[in-house]
T-cell receptor
Framework: GNSVTQMEGPVTLSEEAFLTINCTYTATGYPSLFWYVQYPGEGLQLLLKATKADDKGSNKGFEATYRKETTSFHLEKGSVQVSDSAVYFCALSFYNAGGTSYGKLTFGQGTILTVHP | NAGVTQTPKFRILKIGQSMTLQCAQDMNHNYMYWYRQDPGMGLKLIYYSVGAGITDKGEVPNGYNVSRSTTEDFPLRLELAAPSQTSVYFC????????FGPGTRLLVL
């Protein structure tokens, strides 16, 4: 079956440090890949996505590149802020209009990020 | 455009009680989902629906039921609450991307 493995947390950084959160996946075929962010007490928000190999998703200074050869989708940010403190989830789905996958998401376990001033 | 809304935000149930978690979306999405999130864990799919009148089980359906009479609404029913159902429940709807509601925190004592 499909699975997503994320880097173990928690991750603690100082403000302006470089961030990498590793994500690898196992799937039959070529899924769409997502990063979701969950701020304390809130639901999940889509941070970025990529739908095919070599695509780069980006948003709010975060980036991730869909690497088919390494089945990876690592999240990076050059300079983190205190406001980036949250839980980050990597996920995959197969969306095929009229198909049978129905866009169901498979999530990694989440990585807690804490950024100190 | 409210997106995905969920009610209630928080609820305490006694063992054996029943309740319905409400979910609604105003984006005209055919696909809707219910997930549960246990502490320190990712989300697990309970049920999903691909359109009004069509539902199917996800990874952890036991103890839950759903219905989908309209495109907008997708309620989740707990018939006999158990402590193992203490969790945070998220509803989502999607086109090619899933959009999540704010969650319902449920405590079963």
């Amino acid at each position: 079956g499909n699975s997503v493995t994320q880097m173990e947390g928690p991750v603690t950084l100082s403000e302006e440090a470089f961030l990498t959160i590793n994500c690898t996946y196992t799937a039959t075929g070529y899924p769409s890949l997502f990063w979701y962010v969950q701020y304390p007490g809130e639901g999940l928000q889509l941070l970025l996505k990529a739908t095919k190999a070599d695509d780069k998703g980006s948003n709010k200074g975060f980036e991730a590149t869909y690497r088919k050869e390494t089945t990876s989708f690592h999240l990076e940010k050059g300079s983190v802020q205190v406001s980036d403190s949250a839980v980050y989830f990597c996920a995959l789905s197969f969306y095929n209009a009229g198909g049978t996958s129905y866009g169901k998401l498979t999530f990694g376990q989440g990585t807690i990020l804490t950024v100190h001033p | 455009n409210a997106g995905v809304t969920q009610t209630p935000k928080f609820r305490i149930l006694k063992i054996g009680q029943s309740m319905t978690l409400q979910c609604a979306q105003d984006m005209n999405h055919n696909y809707m989902y219910w997930y549960r999130q246990d502490p320190g864990m990712g989300l697990k799919l309970i049920y999903y629906s691909v359109g009004a009148g069509i539902t199917d089980k996800g990874e952890v359906p036991n103890g839950y039921n759903v219905s989908r009479s309209t495109t907008e609404d997708f309620p989740l029913r707990l018939e006999l609450a158990a402590p193992s159902q203490t969790s945070v429940y998220f509803c989502a709807s999607s086109d090619e991307t899933q959009y999540f509601g704010p969650g319902t925190r449920l405590l079963v004592l």
